[in-house]
């Protein structure tokens, strides 16, 4: 069974500071990762999805790596935003998904 | 495109009562699921399907029915509803591709079981 860890839980950075999520996962036989956003009390909004084949994926001030034999991905936000506050939440698999805990982020203007 | 859509937004049950959780898209994806969502844990899958006619139980499905009779529609039942389904729950849409399976997921049910 497919168990996916996110560390830390909560994390509060100042304005400007640069964002380090992290997301382990045990079994490697994966199809894709998925990183997601969501906003309290809405639903989930992709952010980046990186197949197993590939090391990164990049959109904007985001950057999310993968490597797979460790079981590991990081999702880096570059320069953070107050806008950026958010629960982000890690998923592995393919058609079927397995999904961590989250890391709840709030940054402070 | 509305793209995946979930109703009701809110719902209350009594312990015993049934319900059916409603889910469309619009994208034409044969893929769809059911999650349910409870605090401090991740997303958990009920039960999905891969095209009309075909469904399979996820992680979680006991006390849950689904059935697929055409590629928008994927509705989850609950037959007898208890307070360990208060839950917010979520319908996803996937797109398989060369880019890999990408999943659209709706606005979210929460539901209260009393």
């Known amino acids: 069974k497919q168990e996916v860890t996110q560390i830390p839980a909560a994390l509060s950075v100042p304005e400007g500071e640069n964002l380090v999520l992290n997301c382990s996962f045990t079994?490697?036989?994966?199809?894709?990762l998925q990183w997601f956003r969501q906003d309290p009390g809405k639903g989930l909004t992709s952010l980046l999805l990186i197949q197993s084949s590939q090391r990164e994926q990049t959109s904007g001030r985001l950057n999310a790596s993968l490597d797979k034999s460790s079981g590991r991905s990081t999702l880096y936000i570059a320069a953070s935003q107050p806008g950026d506050s958010a629960t982000y939440l890690c998923a592995v698999g393919g058609d079927k998904l397995s999904f961590g805990a989250g890391t709840t982020v709030t940054v402070r203007a | 495109n509305a793209g995946v859509t979930q109703t009701p937004k809110f719902q209350v049950l009594k312990t015993g009562q049934s319900m059916t959780l409603q889910c469309a898209q619009d994208?034409?994806?044969?893929?769809m699921s059911w999650y349910r969502q409870d605090p401090g844990m991740g997303l958990r899958l009920i039960h999905y399907?891969?095209?009309?006619?075909?469904?399979d139980q996820g992680e979680v499905p006991n006390g849950y029915n689904v059935s697929r009779s055409t590629t928008e529609d994927f509705p989850l039942r609950l037959l007898s509803a208890a307070p360990s389904q208060t839950s917010v729950y979520f319908c996803a849409s996937v797109s398989p591709g060369q880019g890999g399976y990408e999943q659209y997921f709706g606005p979210g049910t929460r539901l209260t079981v009393t």
């Open positions: 079994d490697s036989a994966i199809y894709n």
């Open positions: 994208m034409n994806h044969e893929y």
């Open positions: 399907s891969v095209g009309a006619g075909i469904t």
